[in-house]
Structures are given as C-alpha cells and as structure tokens.
C-alpha cells in the first residue's frame, strides 16, 4: 500500500495487480485497499484491480523439485531449504505475470514493495538485482520505493501521514517464511 501511496506522488498512474498463489488469507482487502487509494488520489491515478491466479504456475514451478531423489537434490542445491524455494517459485511467479501483464498492457514499469527489513530472501539485495535483471531484460523498469525503510513503525508512520490504514490490508502469504539467520555462500549459489 505505501509503495503504491509513494508511486502515485512521485507521478505514476497505478494498476494494482493482485497475484494469488492459493496459499493466501485476505485475497478480498486487495479490493479494500484499492479502493482507499482511488478515495486518497483518484481514479485518475489509480486503476481497478487486476486479479491473476499464479497457484499453479508456483505448482508447476515446484514440480521440478518435488519429484527429485534427495540425493540430487543436495547435489544440485546443497543447501536449499524447502521453504526458500517455495518463496522464490512464488515470486518469480508473480514477476512472469507482472512482466506478461506489462508487455500486453504497454505498461513500462513494476513497483513491487519488497522492503529488505521483512528479513525474507527474497528480499535481499543480490534478489532484488536479479528481479530488476529480469524486468529491465523485458524492457520494463522495476522500482522499489520502500525497499529501504527501516522498520514497520518506519511504515506505518508514512501511511499514518497519508490518512490510510496503518494495518496490513494486503493479502499474506501463509507459506512465506523470514530467515532465521543469514544466509550462507552455500546457501546463496542453491538459490
């Protein structure tokens, strides 16, 4: 919510995009929240939402791991940890629709709120490199607007002097798991 509130005011008309991979709670606050951005800066800036169902491309993602013998999956990704991959699949998920969703639409940009200090790996920074690789590869310029923010008080204080709620009102993944140390070399070449 506050990367789109922060798109908008630095002059970006907005499509949210709503990628549901079928291990959510909350799919229906999309709608909620795009609906206090139209009230906060207009239907000028802001789009209706686009809704895409990502469950089974994260399935058919998956698959490539799920039906390896352990042994050649150690081999292969000595350190990977199942729930790492489960983040990563979804991602690069949404991405590919986020990405196909542009180049069909004309549209020339992605703002994701990935913010590093949710402590997902997804989020790191050598991550968020290779997310903006991918998108500037397809000619579209993926921005980060509260990548660096430093804490959720940080984040609530902002939407707070924007009149929106200060609650979460995007849908959470159930699966998504921060890191519980950091990551290792071994662990970063797996990923």
Same mark, same amino acid.
């Given at each position: 919510l506050?990367?789109a509130?922060l798109?908008?005011e630095?002059?970006?008309s907005?499509v949210?995009?709503?990628?549901n991979?079928?291990h959510?709670?909350?799919?229906?606050?999309a709608?909620?929240?795009?609906a206090?951005?139209?009230?906060?800066?207009?239907?000028q800036?802001?789009?209706?939402l686009t809704k895409?169902?990502?469950?089974?491309?994260?399935?058919s993602?998956?698959?490539?791991?799920?039906? @390896?013998?352990?042994?050649e999956?150690l081999?292969?990704y000595p350190d990977l940890?199942?729930y790492?991959a489960?983040?990563l699949t979804?991602?690069v998920?949404m991405y590919?629709h986020?990405?196909?969703?542009?180049?069909?639409?004309?549209i020339?940009c992605i703002?994701d709120?990935m913010r @590093? /200090?949710?402590g997902?790996?997804?989020?790191?920074p050598?991550?968020r490199?290779r997310?903006w690789?991918?998108c /500037?590869?397809?000619?579209?310029?993926?921005v980060?607007?509260v990548?660096?923010? /430093?804490s959720?008080l940080?984040?609530k204080?902002?939407?707070?002097?924007?009149?929106m709620s200060?609650?979460t009102?995007?849908?959470?993944?159930f699966l998504?798991?921060?890191?519980?140390d950091?990551?290792?070399?071994g662990e970063?070449k /797996?990923?």
């Amino acid at each position: 919510l506050l990367a789109a509130c922060l798109s908008i005011e630095q002059g970006y008309s907005i499509v949210p995009v709503n990628c549901n991979n079928g291990h959510m709670e909350g799919v229906e606050r999309a709608q909620f929240a795009v609906a206090n951005l139209k009230k906060r800066y207009g239907n000028q800036k802001v789009n209706n939402l686009t809704k895409c169902n990502t469950g089974m491309d994260l399935h058919s993602y998956m698959l490539s791991l799920w039906y @390896k013998k352990p042994d050649e999956l150690l081999r292969q990704y000595p350190d990977l940890q199942i729930y790492q991959a489960h983040c990563l699949t979804c991602k690069v998920s949404m991405y590919v629709h986020a990405l196909a969703f542009c180049r069909a639409k004309s549209i020339r940009c992605i703002v994701d709120g990935m913010r @590093k /200090s949710q402590g997902f790996f997804v989020d790191l920074p050598e991550m968020r490199e290779r997310f903006w690789s991918i998108c /500037s590869q397809n000619g579209i310029e993926l921005v980060t607007p509260v990548y660096n923010l /430093s804490s959720d008080l940080e984040r609530k204080r902002m939407l707070c002097d924007r009149d929106m709620s200060t609650k979460t009102l995007e849908p959470q993944c159930f699966l998504g798991c921060p890191l519980a140390d950091m990551l290792s070399d071994g662990e970063r070449k /797996s990923l």
